[in-house]
């Protein structure tokens, strides 16, 4: 069997189609080498090894029909442990639901199986979604296969760690401020946010429901456009969910790039560590010498943000986890009146970022304060959104840095949260104007840590976003 940490899902369908390995074979082998590795990274929760066998030899009893497998059929795939697995504990990286066990399959989950992919298990993540560095998971923190002392980001990082470590093929995350692309951008592969609604979220966790999209982590754009290209679609359990048609992705990114527009927003590029914004710069180069157009363009009201942003997602956050009592699912603590429970229950089970936010976003909530803090947040969000559709009435697509710097080291920025905070400052603005963002590996620092370059994109156009992805990466993007 070819080495599997760098298997692609063409290669996975051209070694079935050939004979060269059965999916059982596959996925058996995947599994021992995910959990071999795994006391690495501490990138996965849960494995389903009974789940994953079942789906395998279904897709072998299709190649032996002669029948079509399906997009991803064989292919090995992890979830983000806030996407709903029916009979796989589902924790949210959250003691209050360590025993969990969903009966019923979140909706892009549902459509991974219909398209035959091998679900090897649940990974790591920060509490109920909540961080930048995957260290508040009360299951310990992720750590980055690139460099094993620092972070993966977060709050996807265990699902990008998996695909940078060669346990998973592809994986899914969700992002509602950065938790795919900045993880991506962290470990060295490619992650997709794709448009508000254009995923279903029936059966995601909920964080901040106005923000939350699920979207894909590869090694390669094509890779990447194929798992979105399996989730993506209306649903009618997700009244959020779109009617927009989905594009045939693998044949718009292959158009060539001469003579696009590019559009560099000024205000990304103040606060970059050196060498990322060199990086960034390079890639631009790259883009230029396809022949694309690079403009300079602003976007006026990134500055507000980050306080927009937060005073948004911990107001949603704190309406979302006020379900989490101990009366129902979750784990409960014992107490002598039902009042004293709900506090003990969540003063035990939840962390503390998990605290904080529930905390700012009562605040924010609560009477007197409405008006001050999240109407007006909304209201910011409005004109970033109308920064974006600006911009990209002038451009084709917008290039800018993920992160102002690389993976920084465990526990270097636990104690200050408004540190934490801000290494999301270049992508909370693509979930606030709910447009289709990713990140693409755009070379290594000098002390060998990745560097993702980021692309946006109007709304339900992802396909440009590929297309340029696809152009840079073809072109080999930054060494």
């Known amino acids: 069997m070819e080495n599997i940490a760098s298997l692609t899902i063409a290669q996975v369908k051209e070694g079935l189609r050939a004979k060269n390995f059965s999916a059982v074979e596959l996925t058996r082998e995947a599994l021992r080498f995910a959990e071999s590795e795994n006391a690495k990274t501490n990138a996965y929760l849960t494995f389903s090894p009974e789940l994953a066998e079942a789906a395998a030899v279904a897709v072998d009893a299709k190649i032996a029909r002669g029948e079509h497998t399906g997009l991803l059929g064989g292919v090995p795939v992890a979830v983000k442990d806030v996407l709903s697995t029916k009979g796989v504990r589902t924790t949210c990286g959250s003691r209050m639901l360590e025993k969990y066990v969903p009966a019923y399959?979140?909706?892009?989950?549902?459509?991974?199986?219909?398209?035959?992919?091998?679900?090897?298990?649940?990974?790591?993540?920060?509490?109920?979604?909540?961080?930048?560095?995957?260290?508040?998971?009360?299951?310990?923190?992720?750590?980055?296969?690139?460099?094993?002392?620092?972070?993966?980001?977060?709050?996807?990082?265990?699902?990008?760690?998996?695909?940078?470590?060669?346990?998973?093929?592809?994986?899914?995350?969700?992002?509602?401020?950065?938790?795919?692309?900045?993880?991506?951008?962290?470990?060295?592969?490619?992650?997709?946010?794709?448009?508000?609604?254009?995923?279903?979220?029936?059966?995601?966790?909920?964080?901040?429901?106005?923000?939350?999209?699920?979207?894909?982590?590869?090694?390669?754009?094509?890779?990447?456009?194929?798992?979105?290209?399996?989730?993506?679609?209306?649903?009618?359990?997700?009244?959020?969910?779109?009617?927009?048609?989905?594009?045939?992705?693998?044949?718009?990114?292959?158009?060539?790039?001469?003579?696009?527009?590019?559009?560099?927003?000024?205000?990304?590029?103040?606060?970059?560590?050196?060498?990322?914004?060199?990086?960034?710069?390079?890639?631009?180069?790259?883009?230029?010498?396809?022949?694309?157009?690079?403009?300079?363009?602003?976007?006026?009201?990134?500055?507000?943000?980050?306080?927009?942003?937060?005073?948004?997602?911990?107001?949603?956050?704190?309406?979302?986890?006020?379900?989490?009592?101990?009366?129902?699912?979750?784990?409960?603590?014992?107490a002598a009146t039902l009042t004293e429970m709900y506090a003990k229950t969540r003063g035990e089970f939840f962390g503390m970022e998990c605290k904080r936010r529930i905390m700012l976003g009562t605040y924010v909530l609560s009477h007197g304060y409405y008006d001050a803090y999240y109407l007006k947040a909304q209201k910011v969000r409005t004109l970033i959104a109308g920064d974006f559709s600006n911009a990209l009435h002038e451009v084709d697509a917008l290039v800018a840095p993920v992160s102002p710097f690389p993976a920084f080291k465990i526990g270097e920025k636990m104690a200050d949260p408004m540190q934490m905070y801000l290494s999301d400052i270049y992508t909370i603005t693509g979930d606030l104007a709910g447009i289709p963002c990713m990140s693409v590996p755009c070379g290594n620092t000098t002390q060998g840590l990745p560097v993702g370059m980021q692309i946006f994109s109007g709304h339900f156009r992802e396909s440009t976003m590929f297309r340029v992805a696809y152009a840079f990466e073809q072109a080999g993007g930054v060494a």
């Open 105 to 334: 399959d979140a909706t892009a989950v549902a459509k991974l199986k219909a398209s035959g992919a091998i679900i090897l298990g649940k990974a790591n993540c920060d509490e109920f979604a909540m961080g930048s560095s995957n260290e508040n998971s009360a299951f310990g923190p992720v750590r980055n296969p690139v460099a094993l002392d620092r972070v993966p980001g977060g709050s996807s990082g265990g699902s990008a760690a998996v695909v940078s470590q060669g346990t998973a093929v592809v994986s899914l995350g969700s992002d509602t401020g950065g938790s795919i692309r900045q993880p991506a951008s962290f470990c060295g592969v490619v992650g997709v946010t794709p448009t508000y609604g254009r995923v279903s979220r029936y059966g995601l966790v909920a964080f901040a429901s106005s923000l939350d999209h699920v979207g894909p982590f590869a090694r390669t754009v094509s890779d990447a456009a194929l798992v979105l290209e399996a989730i993506a679609g209306r649903d009618e359990l997700d009244a959020t969910s779109a009617f927009a048609p989905v594009d045939d992705y693998q044949t718009e990114m292959r158009k060539p790039v001469k003579g696009m527009k590019i559009g560099i927003p000024k205000e990304y590029f103040e606060g970059l560590e050196a060498e990322t914004g060199d990086k960034i710069h390079a890639g631009l180069d790259v883009l230029r010498k396809l022949g694309c157009e690079i403009k300079e363009v602003s976007l006026p009201h990134t500055p507000y943000a980050i306080s927009c942003y937060y005073i948004i997602c911990t107001a949603e956050a704190s309406s979302n986890l006020a379900r989490y009592d101990g009366v129902r699912y979750t784990a409960r603590a014992e």
